[in-house]
């Protein structure tokens, strides 16, 4: 019995030791499956919290842009109705324009024919300049004259003279008339042209400050789309390391998938191994048997040849198995 087993231990040890082997073999891989799905799941975690942080980004720089696009609107508005301002502005002036030019080149007009006549009433001398605004007392010079050579018992030289004098004065009477008229008309003309010359004042001052307010707004405008561009770029740049984290959550996934289909066929693989392993030990076991048994009749076969040589040796009567085992090579 005891022999028996000792017999039978070198034949199951190698499928023993095959198993050991299979089995720590499959413990590895399945260690080393174990740690690089741990580490694939914690780099997949991160990249889930970094879409996240990203797609939370981009909500906020949406919503950036959306109050910036609502200012531009807003300050578009503005900037369309201060144009319009300045365009209502310019057709007041365009029209006011022609009445102030029209206006001034009269002026200038009178001026140059007011000082044609101040110069023909100044010809008289210098009593006819301190008197081109007395038209009382002319008129009064002149009735008295006219008065005198009606009334009083004159000489042909005096009423000649009187006569003289009295065109004299009338014809500077007429004169100084006629300059009160013109300047009269030149007073009119600069009445109004101060006035629409006041007016174009302010209508360039109103030009100027719509363009100071245009000029502001423009200048917003800019600083609104540079914001807004930036906005734009900043949010192309947090898209992109989104898709980019995006990509490699599914190259993750992809080698997850990988790591999963490989555990299963291990797993799959095991199992067989062990369904398998008590057929594949009773088919190994069968031939060694054999071999055993095959060789322990061998032995007694000898055994048994040896005890008959020796008796043969000593004269004794063999037995016809004892024969058969002496000669049974020489029959063979």
Known sequence: MVQEQNSGNPATAPSAAASASTTKKDNRSENSIDSNQKTLFDFKKSLIEEQKVGETHIEEINQRIEETKKVIDEERVKLEAERLKLKQ???????????????????????????????????????????????????????????????????????????????????????????????????????????????????????????????????????????????????????????????KIEMVDTQLNAIEFKRNRLQHSSERQRRYSPERKIRHEIPQDKMRKNRENQELWNSLKEVAMKKMSSGEKLTFDEMKLIYAEEFD
């Open 89 to 247: 502005i310019n057709e007041v002036k365009d029209a006011d324009y022609a009445k102030f030019t029209e206006l001034k080149s009269n002026l200038i007009e009178e001026r140059k024919r007011m000082k044609t006549l101040d110069s023909k009433a100044s010809s008289g001398g210098p009593r006819s300049r301190r008197d081109r605004y007395n038209l009382s007392n002319l008129t009064k010079a002149l009735e008295q004259i006219e008065r005198d050579i009606q009334t009083k018992k004159l000489s042909k030289d005096e009423e000649r003279r009187l006569v003289v004098k009295s065109k004299e004065i009338a014809t500077r009477l007429h004169a100084l008339k006629v300059i009160h008229k013109k300047e009269d008309t030149f007073k009119s003309l600069a009445t109004k042209f101060d006035d629409i010359k006041g007016k174009m004042n302010e209508i360039f001052d109103q030009k100027a400050d719509v363009g100071k307010g245009i000029g502001k707004i423009k200048s917003n405008l800019d600083e609104l789309l540079n914001r807004r561009e930036e906005l734009y770029e900043e949010r192309r740049g947090v898209i992109h390391r989104v898709r980019e984290a995006g990509a």
